[in-house]
């Protein structure tokens, strides 16, 4: 195993999960406040990352903070 081939490929693989993920979840929040069911902050908010084949599975939650616009 190329430790520095893996490293490139997880990063690029993490650089696509944020850039989608946030673009994903900036059109969800704008559609829920348009429509008025956006609720109230902060939101919470969960990932998870699996590997199938490893059987390997990780949740990630936070909340988000929405501002006062």
Known sequence: MDQEQ???SIRRF???VGIQSHQELEQLL???AR???LG???LPVEMTL???SLGFS???AAKLELGDD
């Open 6 to 8: 893996m490293n490139n």
């Open 14 to 16: 993490l650089k696509q």
């Open 30 to 32: 704008q559609d829920a």
């Open 35 to 37: 429509a008025g069911t």
């Open 40 to 42: 109230e902050a902060p």
């Open 50 to 52: 699996s590997v199938p």
């Open 58 to 60: 990780h949740r990630i």
